[in-house]
C-alpha cells in the first residue's frame, strides 16, 4: 500500500474547491492519493456536495443519466419555478452558460452537439490535419528566433487559437481579442473565491465576445464562407432550430473549450516527455508513438483537474448515499492515477497499453473536441520534436497556472 503523506485531512477536501493552494493544487498528485486511500466518496455536509476520485466511482457517475448537468433538471417540479433568476450582474455570462451543451441535458445537448459534431469526423480530421501540421511546423521554426523561448506563449498557446479561429472562420487579425476573452471565461469556470470586481470583468468580456459574434454571424449570412458559422447558419435556416443565442453561445464554447484546454495538452506532453528522459529518447527513436505519448500526458498530467454532476435522485455508490439534488464533483486528475485502473499509476509510460483515461470525461458530455486536441497534440510534438531533439526546460521549478480547474504551466522557458 503506498505510504501517505501525514499534511492532508479532510478539511483539505473543502478547501480544495475554494481557493488556489500550492500545497494541493501547485502539485496534487500526494492529495489524489490521499484521496484514492483514505476518502475516496467523501461527502462535504455543510457545502452539501460529495467528492468521487475512484475510477470506477467517477465513470459511473459521467455515464449514469440519473446525474444531471441543469440544476433544475435535478429538482422536484415544483422547486423548479422558485430558482432565483441571476443577478444583473452575471445576466449576460450567464445567457452565454445556459446555452452551452456543456451544461445542458437533452433533448437541448443532444440537438446542439449534434449540429456541431459533424466538425470532429475523421473525415474532417483528415482535411484539417494538412493545415494544423502547418501551422505546428511554422509556430516551431519561428521559435529558433529566441535564445530562450517560452514554448506556452510562443508554441503552446497560439496553435489552439489559430486552428479553432480557422475552424470557426474568425479573421487572423482578431485572433489576438480572444487571449483576454477566453482567460476570463476560464476563471467563470473556475468556481470558487473570485477577486474583488471579477464579475464586472466576466460581464464585459461576455457583451464584447456576444457583440463579436453576433457581427460576424451577420457578415456570414450575407456572405456564407466555408467554415463552422457558416454551416451552423445553414442548419438554422434548414430548421435546426438553433437560436441566435445559441449560435453565439456555441461560438464562444468552440472557442473556449477550443484552446484554453488544448494549450495545457501541449505544455504538460512536453513538459512530461522533458522530466522523463528515458522516454523522450524513446519516442526520438520510434516517432510513431507520439499519439501514444499524448494519451499517457493526458492521463499523467490530465489538463482539466475536476468536473460535476447533479443527483436527479437518491443513488446509492460506494456504500453511500447521494441524495437528490447534490453535486457529485469527480476529480479526473486522481481517477486517472487510480491503481485499481492503472498498473504503476505514477510512472509516465509512453507504451502504456490499455490507457483507457477520464482526462475527455465519459459518458453523453465526453469531450466533443478530443479528435482535434488529439491531432493538435501529435502534430505538436511531431513538429517540436523533429526540429529540437535535444530541448531542455530552462528553469528548474515548473511554473504551474495558479488554477482550481485546469493543470498547465503558465510559463516554460526553453534551451533548445
Partial sequence: ???????????????????????????????????????????????????????????????????????????????????????????????????????????????????????????????????????????????AEASRPDLIASFAFPLPVIVIAELLGVPPEDRELFKAWSHVFAGVLEGGDRPAGFALQAKQAAEEISAYFRDLIAERKTAPREDMISELIAAHEQGERLTEQELVATCVLMLVAGHETTVNLIGNSVYCLLRHPDQLALLLARPELAASAVEEALRFESPVRMTSRIASADYEIGGRTIRQ????????????????????????????????????????????????????????????????????????????????????????????
Avoid at 345 to 371: K, Y
Fill in 1 to 143: 500500500m503506498q505510504e501517505l503523506p501525514a499534511a492532508f485531512a479532510t478539511s483539505d477536501i473543502e478547501a480544495w474547491f475554494r481557493t488556489y493552494s500550492p500545497r494541493l493544487h501547485g502539485s496534487p498528485n500526494e492529495f489524489y492519493a490521499y484521496l484514492l486511500e483514505s476518502e475516496p466518496l467523501s461527502g462535504v455536509a455543510d457545502a452539501g456536495y460529495w467528492v468521487a476520485s475512484r475510477y470506477e466511482d467517477v465513470n459511473r457517475i459521467l455515464k449514469d443519466p440519473v446525474f444531471v448537468r441543469e440544476s433544475r433538471n435535478a429538482l422536484p417540479e415544483p422547486q423548479r419555478q422558485e430558482l432565483p433568476p441571476p443577478s444583473e450582474e452575471w445576466k449576460p455570462v450567464g445567457e452565454l452558460l445556459d446555452n452551452w451543451m456543456l451544461f445542458r441535458d437533452p433533448p437541448a445537448h443532444t440537438r446542439l452537439r449534434r449540429l456541431v459534431s459533424h466538425a470532429f469526423l475523421p473525415r474532417a480530421m483528415d482535411r484539417l490535419e494538412p493545415k494544423v501540421r502547418g501551422i505546428a511546423e511554422y509556430l516551431a521554426d519561428e521559435m
Fill in 325 to 416: 439534488g447534490q453535486s457529485a464533483n469527480v476529480i479526473l486528475g486522481a481517477a486517472n492515477r487510480d491503481p485499481a485502473q492503472f498498473e504503476r499509476p505514477n510512472v509516465f509510460d509512453i507504451e502504456r497499453s490499455p490507457n483507457r483515461h477520464l482526462a475527455f470525461a465519459s459518458g453523453p458530455h465526453f469531450c466533443l473536441g478530443a479528435p482535434l486536441a488529439r491531432m493538435e497534440g501529435e502534430l505538436a510534438l511531431s513538429a517540436l520534436l523533429s526540429r529540437y531533439p535535444r530541448m531542455r526546460l530552462a528553469d528548474g521549478e515548473p511554473n504551474w497556472r495558479q488554477s482550481l480547474l485546469f493543470r498547465g504551466l503558465e510559463t516554460m522557458p526553453l534551451y533548445l
